[in-house]
């Protein structure tokens, strides 16, 4: 059975950083993988994908220049930095995964996406 399981969450300061990971296990099939938010009152978000064949990279308007995704694939691990961190940027963070294969728009929308983990917290007072 796919499982994730993210870390990393915490709080800081408005412009720090934190550094999220997202452990795969039970699974072998994986086209994308992605970072997703949720803060109160307000729809899921996508934040940032990558595929997991190719490494392309596909960032919301609103943290590129300040999150990179990245992946492990040997390690089965994802990774989100996040820098210049923003009170905005306070929500849950989940990490999913996909085994469609998708393109543009697609890449950041939660329906496309059937495996989650349970979320880890970010908070960033100002």
């Known amino acids: 059975q796919a499982q994730l399981v993210e870390s990393g969450g915490g709080s800081v300061q408005a412009g720090g950083s934190l550094s999220l990971s997202c452990a795969a296990s039970g699974y072998t099939a994986t086209r994308y993988m992605a970072w997703f938010r949720q803060a109160p009152e307000k729809q899921r978000e996508g934040v940032a994908a990558?595929?997991?064949?190719?490494?392309?990279?596909y960032y919301a308007d609103s943290v590129k220049g300040r999150f990179t995704i990245s992946r492990d694939n040997a390690k089965n691990t994802l990774y989100l930095q996040m820098n210049s961190l923003k009170p905005d940027d306070t929500a849950m963070y989940y990490c999913?995964?996909?085994?469609?294969?998708?393109?543009?728009?697609?890449?950041?929308?939660?329906?496309?996406?059937?495996?989650w983990g349970q979320g880890t917290q970010v908070s960033v007072s100002s």
């Open positions: 999913a995964r996909t085994v469609f294969a998708l393109g543009g728009t697609q890449t950041l929308s939660a329906p496309y996406y059937s495996t």
């Open positions: 990558i595929s997991t064949g190719s490494g392309t990279t």
